[in-house]
């Protein structure tokens, strides 16, 4: 059995984001860049990460409206906590990452271009304190996010070279035609 279309190119489309937003996230607080590039990476990095936040909750909304698919027979208990707590993580990290940064930028008093344009105002306080909270938050979520993303994918890769056990199948191709579902 395999995820319905919308559940998969959900997947595919934040995980393309999501590794767009790390590096891009990484670069642009790094001193001595040029400054246009430097403009043009926070540019994407607040709208995307807005965006992201929006699919988050469609996604969220979208499993719990349609259980995925359940495993192969052939996983392991301990490998089902494993998946069920990492992505349990994964779809919390998601939340908060988006989250920390809104609340980064706009206690600190910054634009959010997109939102600026819609006239939809700051929903949160302008605050030193809250900013650097949000800041930190933001700092570590992130280690932990590329963390667990490592991990997500080393065992991706796992289930589809190494023991292609359909595991991977459940969630390939993000769009268009894929085995039975549930
Ligand atoms: C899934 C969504 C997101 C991911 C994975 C992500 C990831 C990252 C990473 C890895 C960094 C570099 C580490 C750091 O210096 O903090 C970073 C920095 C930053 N992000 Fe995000 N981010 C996300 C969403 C957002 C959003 C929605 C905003 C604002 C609207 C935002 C604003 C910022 C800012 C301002 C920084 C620079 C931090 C600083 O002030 O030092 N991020 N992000």
């Known amino acids: ?37 430097q403009n043009a990476l926070y540019l994407f990095h607040k709208n995307v990460g807005v965006l992201l936040l929006l699919l988050i909750g469609l996604r969220l909304l979208y499993r719990w409206r349609h259980r995925p698919p359940p495993l192969p027979a052939t996983v392991p208990g301990w490998q089902r906590r494993v998946a069920a707590l990492s992505h349990g993580a994964l779809y919390l990290l998601l939340v908060v990452m988006p989250v920390a940064g809104y609340v980064r930028v706009r206690a600190g008093g910054f634009p959010i271009e997109m939102l600026d344009a ?27 996010l590329i963390a667990l993303i490592a991990v997500h994918i080393a065992a991706a890769l796992h289930h589809a070279v190494l023991k292609g056990d ?8 993000p769009l268009g035609r894929a085995g039975r579902h549930r």
């Open 1 to 37: 059995m395999t995820y319905r279309w919308p559940a998969r190119l959900l997947h595919w489309g934040m995980a393309l984001l999501v590794l767009a937003m790390i590096p891009v996230g990484l670069v642009m607080v790094q001193q001595g860049l040029n400054r246009p590039v």
């Open 166 to 173: 359909g595991v991977f199948a459940r969630i390939w191709p």
């Open 118 to 144: 819609m006239g939809i105002g700051s929903f949160v306080p302008r605050s030193k304190p809250l900013a650097e909270l949000a800041q930190t938050i933001h700092y570590f979520g992130g280690l932990a």
